[in-house]
């Protein structure tokens, strides 16, 4: 899987942005996945892996506006990649893919928000793609739902996720906790 030293991964981090980290649209624990987010961008950089933050544009994550703005908690950086979507899913119409075919990557870390819309759309498509995906169990986040709790809607989709195996033996999903992901 993406703990094979011969793969180049790369460090996604979806949405993570003003309006969906502060005030009525925060996240569920935000104060809290950031840090883990911030602890696996540390050693994506450490190893060279590239590290794309994805930001989601509509009428009310406006470009440009403060609330389409990365969370200024995060640990950004002018040399980081970006990629603006406009779907749930990270690759659907955008320039992730050449971005990560540019640069040689076989497989992807994720992280951000939200569990339940673009984390979980943007897995699944990179699944279909082959990419082996390792998830940051504790690096995403969402809100209550009429339904579920914010913590029942994450725990679900790291069960969900981890045991689709449709794609492949090489197009998995490992849940692996902040502190414990490697990269190589």
Request: net charge negative; proline share 4%.
């Amino acid at each position: 899987m993406s703990d094979d030293p011969s793969m180049s991964q790369a460090l996604l981090v979806i949405d993570v942005q003003h309006a969906l980290c502060n005030g009525r649209w925060a996240m569920s624990g935000i104060e809290h996945v950031i840090p883990r987010i911030n602890a696996v961008i540390a050693k994506a950089r450490a190893a060279g892996a590239p590290v794309v933050f994805v930001q989601h544009e509509n009428e009310h994550l406006v470009p440009g506006s403060e609330e389409w703005q990365l969370d200024a908690r995060l640990d950004a950086r002018e040399g980081d990649l970006r990629v603006r979507k406009t779907t749930s899913d990270s690759f659907h119409h955008t320039a992730l893919q050449a971005e990560l075919d540019a640069r040689g990557v076989d497989a992807l870390i994720v992280s951000g928000l939200q569990s339940d819309f673009c984390v979980d759309a943007t897995v699944r498509r990179a699944l279909a793609l082959g990419y082996p995906i390792t998830l940051v169990a504790d690096g995403h986040a969402t809100m209550d739902n009429e339904v579920l709790a914010a913590a029942q809607i994450v725990a679900h989709h790291n069960t969900t996720l981890a045991n689709m195996d449709s794609y492949g033996p090489r197009a998995r999903v490992r849940l692996v906790p902040a502190a414990e992901v490697a990269i190589s």
